[in-house]
Nanobody, 124 residues
């Protein structure tokens, strides 16, 4: 199993930045993809970004492309989501998830393990 813990959420003004972290423990010897997803109240969980194990493949949702950057440090078993130019519509609980098959896909169903989430609130 893989345990994931998100951190770095908070309250920020529109136009500001936050960096989320996702720390993994457990079966970290596996070559796993990590994805970020978010869920706003009353909405379905949606894909934000994903990165393959070696970082060679990264994909972003159109809504965050050019503003968010996903990266990882495998020595620290940590994946980051740098979020710049934040907008009120980015407000959501952000979750990281691991896919032990390293597929770097953009759908919830491909991910095996999930963190508890971290709240991001962007004030207008």
């Amino acid at each position: 199993q893989v345990q994931l813990v998100e951190s770095g959420g908070g309250l920020v003004q529109a136009g500001g930045s936050l960096r989320l972290s996702c720390a993994a423990s457990g079966r970290t010897d596996s070559q796993y993809t990590v994805g970020w997803f978010r869920q706003a109240p009353g909405k379905e969980r949606e894909f934000v970004a994903t990165i393959s194990y070696l970082g060679r493949a990264t994909y972003y949702a159109d809504s965050v492309k050019g503003r968010f950057t996903i990266s990882r440090d495998n020595a620290k078993n940590t994946v980051y989501l740098q979020m710049n130019s934040l907008k009120p519509e980015d407000t959501a609980v952000y979750y990281c998830a691991a896919d032990l098959a390293n597929r770097a896909r953009n759908e919830v169903r491909w991910y095996d393990y999930w963190g508890q989430g971290t709240q991001v609130t962007v004030a207008s």
